[in-house]
């Protein structure tokens, strides 16, 4: 099982300054060695009941004793819970919602193991070693643009739907996850935040803050740098230090 006295977390979220509701919802669970950041699909109803779906599920999986059960475990949360959204909640006259979807990030640790479950634009970083490492990649036209047509950043992030998701929980009924598997190390800090966060502060910032010496001090420091910005969207972090 996990060492659980090992990991030391903190979570917090923000509507920001101009979103009327909050549709980031977060799993923070050090005793289970279990952590997740869910982002509803802005511009569309029932973001909010995706993510909390997602996490609701997540939070009452069984604990398996071993991180590679754990992680099956994790994925077929997750399609099971596209298969609801996907089907059940989209697709029915008493909920005329059209698309209800959310981003997913998971995050498993147990020893000195650690595996990271995406599907959408919330991220995954690692700070080790001075250096910040962004584990996961987005799913997003942005980063298809990018991998595909060879173009740059600014070019890609000038197309019109830049932002568009092309991985979603709920967005389609076929879902495909990323999995990340790694070694972890002492001193090693996780983030896993919605693209709310990241968008508002650099990567520069971002580095700064995961070399503090707590979640706690993290996560002020994050969110104080996001919301002196425009906070146009929801913010949501997890913090997981060792």
Request: glycine share 8%.
């Amino acid at each position: 099982m996990h060492d659980a006295s090992r990991w030391r977390s903190a979570a917090r979220t923000d509507p920001g300054k101009v979103r009327p509701r909050n549709e980031d919802t977060f799993l923070d669970c050090p005793e289970r060695g279990l952590w997740a950041v869910a982002d509803g699909m802005g511009g569309y109803p029932g973001g909010d009941i995706a993510s909390q779906l997602i996490v609701a599920n997540l939070a009452e999986l069984p604990l398996c004793p071993d991180i590679g059960q754990r992680s099956r475990a994790v994925r077929q949360c997750l399609h099971w819970t596209n298969r609801r959204l996907s089907q059940e909640l989209t697709v029915t006259a008493e909920n005329p919602l059209g698309t209800t979807g959310s981003t997913a990030v998971v995050l498993l640790l147990e020893g000195n193991r650690a595996v990271c479950i995406w599907a959408g634009d919330s991220r995954c970083y690692l700070w080790r070693g001075q250096r910040l490492y962004q584990l996961s990649r987005d799913h997003s036209l942005r980063q298809r643009l990018i991998d595909e047509q060879h173009i740059s950043l600014d070019e890609a992030d000038a197309h019109p739907a830049a932002k568009a998701l092309t991985r979603a929980v709920g967005a389609s009924p076929e879902l495909k996850l990323e999995v990340l598997e790694l070694e972890v190390q002492r001193g090693d800090t996780f983030l896993l935040c919605s693209d709310g966060l990241y968008q508002e502060v650099s990567s520069a910032a971002l580095g700064d803050a995961m070399g503090l010496s707590s979640p706690y001090k993290i996560m002020e420091r994050l969110f104080e740098g996001a919301l002196i910005g425009l906070a146009r969207d929801n913010l949501t972090a997890v913090v997981i230090c060792s």
